[in-house]
């Protein structure tokens, strides 16, 4: 079937008013149940035994069908659907994509109930001194959210059907809390990350964070000492980074290498995965530069569009002939060449900035790329500050709510920021005409960054030439942030 009249298919059998009447009101809270009616019906789908009164067995026979419609067009069996179903974070995923569809109809790319991921940055206090650090983290905020109020922000977030909570920070296993409030979120069903420089982890840390079974990523910005202590701002560092880096894979944590590139490093980026690779981790995430907090003032560093497609040609080989480390990045032109690999004579795995999957979805491939989209910014993920900010992208210094003063999704569905960042057609220069706009956007952070305008076009895209030239020719090899980034950072 074409990828259009598919489209057209789960359109006209899903997104259609009445089906999204049936979805909407599958949102509530029975009161016989004491759950959410959408949620007993995924769990009923997965074969879970769930206690289900008649109202909400004829909500679970009605969305089984919908579903069944899904799976027939993707040529999925039921028992692979069943299968997926089973897992807690899977049908967390698919209620809040549910909601996004009831909320929204089927979209380009699909607009989310609420986002799949949320980065917090949860304190400012950081023992390193990195150039590139967007948050210009070192000491806390006077002002962080309290453990009580973290923990009612992750209670919302468990309710909202929120997947994954990544902890970043500054550093933030230097807040004592993180133990107790991981703990919390797991207890809640939510997939937890933390993303951190390493250092802190000893032996018995790794195996404290083993004990909650979490994803940890951890910088590592060259396969040098010299390359990343002077990144890092700090002597020693290297070591005691690649130290906790063998420590989470000894203890037998989901370790990732997070490295963000720019001229200072691109040409020990390949020797990086190699270490990666070596050290036994399971995925690489090559960064995107963002000309944002202290990376504004080293955008001279940013690498050149024909750069950053060789880089990501080489990430996208290295992803297919890996043996099992992913390699994954933030730049969502990523997106665009492993579609146009994975539509190719060999196929290959699709990746979508910050997320990949591996399934061949045959003509439907590029269909699920556009579901993903690219950029995720204020439409599957955002971002929370250590004050209960919210933040479209961790790169993105735009304060769209606090949580303090208004519950999170109330933020997420009403912040006119967000609901711009999901409007592709808003989009400027190529990006707003590229065939490629629904699988990629351009890092809208980056135009943020370099413009002072998020729907400007992403400067680091070959597509873009025009408008790397344009800033570079203005401000020289010095090149220099908008006064607006600049300002907001
Ligand atoms: S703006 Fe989009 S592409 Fe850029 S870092 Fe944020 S989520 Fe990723
Ligand atoms: S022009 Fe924009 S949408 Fe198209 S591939 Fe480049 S960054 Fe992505
Ligand atoms: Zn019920």
């Known amino acids: 079937m074409a990828m259009f009249s598919t489209l057209g298919v789960l359109k006209s059998a899903i997104g259609n008013p009445i089906s999204r009447v049936v979805l909407t009101r599958s949102i509530a809270r029975c009161p016989k149940c004491n759950d959410r009616r959408l949620r007993i019906a995924l769990a009923r789908y997965a074969g879970v035994n769930v206690k289900a009164c008649l109202s909400c067995r004829m909500y679970s026979f009605v969305i089984g069908g919908i579903i069944d419609i899904g799976r027939v067009l993707f040529r999925t069996s039921k028992r692979e659907m069943r299968n997926f179903f089973n897992s807690h974070v899977t049908r967390r995923g698919l209620a809040s994509i549910v909601r996004g569809i009831a909320e929204h109809g089927i979209t380009q790319p699909q607009q989310l109930g609420a986002p799949f991921l949320v980065v917090w940055d949860f304190t400012h206090a950081c023992n390193l001194n990195c150039k590139h650090c967007y948050q210009r983290a070192d000491r806390p905020l006077p002002d962080e959210l309290t453990t009580e109020e973290a923990k009612r922000l992750i209670k919302e977030l468990a309710d909202a059907d929120v997947v994954a909570l990544a902890f970043s920070g500054g550093e933030p296993l230097m807040r004592p809390d993180f133990y107790e409030l991981a703990a919390y979120a797991r207890s ?67 370790t990732c290498v997070a490295t963000t590139a720019t001229k200072f490093n691109l040409n020990e980026i390949q020797e990086t ?35 950053r497609e060789q ?4 990430s996208y080989a290295n992803l ?25 004579v060999k196929g290959g795995p699709l990746v979508s900035a910050h997320f990949a999957t591996s399934a061949n979805l045959g003509e439907h491939t590029r269909l699920l790329a556009e579901f993903l989209g690219g950029c995720g910014a204020g439409r599957i993920y955002c971002a929370i500050e250590s004050n209960g900010d919210v933040l479209p992208c961790v790169f993105m210094p735009i304060k769209v709510g606090n949580i303090r003063e208004k519950p999170f999704l109330e933020i997420w569905r009403t912040s006119q920021v967000l609901r711009d960042l999901r409007d592709r057609s808003r989009l400027k220069g190529h990006c707003g005409e590229c065939e490629y706009r629904y699988v990629c956007g351009g890092c809208r952070a980056r135009a943020y960054g370099y413009f002072g305008d998020y729907d400007m076009p992403d400067p680091g ?29």
């Open 273 to 307: 995965y190699e270490l990666t690779l070596s050290l036994g981790c399971k995925r690489q995430m090559i960064f995107n530069f963002v000309p944002t907090g202290r990376g504004a003032e080293m955008a001279n560093l940013d690498i050149s569009p024909d750069e």
């Open 461 to 489: 895209c070959v597509n873009n030439l025009r408008y790397w030239q344009k800033l570079k020719e203005a401000e020289g090899e010095q090149l220099q942030v908008s006064a607006e980034a600049k300002a907001a950072a």
């Open 311 to 314: 880089l990501l040609e080489q």
């Open 188 to 254: 809640l069903g939510i997939y937890v990350a933390l993303a951190t420089n390493g250092t802190l982890i000893t032996k018995e840390v790794a195996k404290r964070l083993k004990k909650l079974d979490i994803y940890v990523e951890i910088s590592l910005d060259g396969a040098s000492a010299k390359t990343h202590d002077e990144f890092r701002g700090v002597p020693g560092m290297f070591d005691r980074t690649i130290n906790g880096i063998k420590n989470c894979v000894e203890a037998g944590l989901y």
């Open 320 to 344: 297919v002939s890996s043996g099992g480390c992913d390699v994954l990045g933030t730049a969502p032109q990523l997106a665009r060449i492993a579609l146009s690999h994975a539509q190719g």
